[in-house]
């Protein structure tokens, strides 16, 4: 149907209503935008309260690694002033943890390696995995503390050195105790002896579980031999703590003992390490 011809006063208003919708959009559009500019603005308030917070977030991280700081120095400086005897063995894994832990507190962590290990030989002596089950401490960590072990090892080593070993028999000890007496598994080490019985070699010649090690006596001989070796202690430890020799130890060593002997090398002793101390067969008569 044919739509009738607009009227010149209709022309009018249909021209004046879509001026005002256009209007009426601007307006809209522009207030949208002059709330939205405002909303995205924090309020005089708004800021105030943020920078309060903000300060206040900085004064407590301030202040907490002022303690950790003031705390640290603290320690410094009683180890400076008086030596390790002003330190508990807490305290003294704690200012070693403050270099490789620089960023936390660490005498929690301190703490709960002595609890887990029970001292500060076996904190060094546990291996890595085992330390790494402490919370805090890391691979790197972890691998730092076993360095410190290692260092502290070589140091008793150095002790024994080109020395004649039966003179320096407590040394021997130390070194045997500091390597040993903390292995989880049971380990068979050598000192091999020159005719002045000074130190050829230091070898770990097996290791074996928690309560065994294989010992082949022909290959104990047979390393002797090429190393030139006058003379021998047989040192193996027992990761119980308890040094008392068994029964198979006794034979195994007299089994040693008489290979040994028709090629002329002397087995001076066999010590077994525990970490409650050690035991000399020597000194039990039982070579």
């Not at 022309?11 to 002059?34: G, I, M, Y």
């Amino acid at each position: 149907m044919a739509r009738p011809p607009l009227r010149p006063d209709s022309l009018e208003q249909t021209a004046l209503d879509l001026a005002e919708d256009k209007v009426e959009a601007h307006v809209t559009a522009d207030e949208r935008s002059h709330f939205g500019e405002r909303s995205a603005k924090p309020s005089r308030l708004g800021r105030s309260a943020a920078g309060e917070t903000a300060r206040g977030m900085q004064i407590v991280t301030a202040d907490k690694d002022t303690h950790y700081h003031g705390h640290r120095d603290r320690l410094r400086n009683r180890y400076r002033e008086n030596g390790e005897t002003a330190l508990a063995d807490y305290e003294i894994l704690e200012l070693l943890l403050f270099r490789l832990i620089p960023r936390r507190d660490t005498k929690p962590i301190a703490k709960a390696l002595l609890q887990r290990f029970g001292t500060l030989a076996g904190v060094f002596g546990a291996p890595p995995a085992l330390l790494q089950e402490v919370s805090g401490i890391g691979e790197a960590v972890a691998l730092d503390l076993k360095l410190v072990a290692t260092v502290a090892s070589r140091m008793l080593k150095s002790e024994i050195r080109d020395k004649t070993i039966l003179s320096s028999w407590s040394s021997v000890i130390a070194y045997c105790h500091a390597a040993m007496a903390h292995e989880t598994r049971e380990q068979f080490r050598i000192l091999f002896l020159d005719k002045k019985n000074a130190l050829i070699a230091d070898e770990v010649q097996g290791q074996g579980t928690i309560d065994h090690t294989p010992v082949y006596p022909r290959e104990v001989v047979r390393r002797a031999l090429e190393l030139s070796a006058s003379a021998i202690i047989l040192v193996h430890n027992h990761p119980s703590g308890d040094p008392t020799p068994s029964r198979a130890d006794i034979d195994m060593t007299q089994l040693i003992i008489s290979t040994a002997k028709p090629l002329g090398i002397t087995v001076h002793d066999h010590i077994i390490i525990g970490k409650e101390g050690h035991v000399s067969f020597r000194s039990l008569k039982l070579i």
